[in-house]
């Protein structure tokens, strides 16, 4: 079966390519010609993943599923959430979101955080939701280098690497991302079993 993610980000990508059963092909943008630029414009992750996977079946007339993803920090009320990406502003940088997250939280002893996925699948026309949610805390400087976006200063409960420090198994086992994708491919398994 083919499937497209909806996104640009090749980190994204390679992540869920190595989740998927190997019954299902996994396209980017990139596999069908889509080089729109998808402007992500609603205040939840549900809707900006909806938005996204809606305007791939619409114009190109494929199953696909889109996904947003948002840090979610406590004593931040739920900052920066759907703006995760571009928290520091335009050129949208994963350096300036941490420095600003880290220059916002300076003095805070409530640390508390989650990285929330939600995923929207277009399917023969059907619409279907899935969420994945990974609680941890935020640290004060950043550690390790692998990973991407906030991923050097997010510690997930039960462990003591952040993310960035994580071999790629491990994170995607107990990630938001790899929790979100764990339940579309159950639910793609039980659809095609």
């Not at 502003?89 to 939600?118: D, H, S, V, W």
């Not at 906030?150 to 107990?174: C, L, S």
């Amino acid at each position: 079966m083919k499937l497209v993610f909806s996104t640009n980000n090749q980190n994204k990508l390679l992540e869920v390519q190595k989740m998927l059963p190997p019954e299902i092909e996994l396209l980017s943008l990139k596999d069908i010609h889509c080089f729109d630029d998808v402007e992500e414009t609603e205040d939840t992750l549900e809707g900006n993943a909806k938005l996204k996977a809606n305007h791939i079946r619409d114009n190109y007339h494929v199953n696909c599923f889109s996904d947003d993803t948002g840090l979610e920090v406590e004593a931040l009320n739920g900052r920066p959430g759907v703006y995760s990406a571009r928290y520091a502003g335009e050129p949208a940088n994963a350096e300036n979101n941490i420095e600003k997250l880290l220059g916002e939280l300076q003095g805070k002893t409530n640390r508390k955080a989650q990285f929330r996925t939600a995923i929207c699948l277009n399917l023969n026309d059907e619409e279907f939701f899935f969420e994945g949610v990974c609680k941890g805390m935020i640290i004060d400087e950043k550690r390790g280098t692998k990973g991407f976006g906030y991923d050097p200063v997010f510690i997930p409960d039960g462990f003591d690497q952040t993310f960035a420090e994580m071999n790629e198994a491990d994170k995607n086992r107990i990630s938001h991302r790899g929790l979100a994708i764990q339940q579309l491919t159950d639910f793609l398994k039980s659809k095609f079993a």
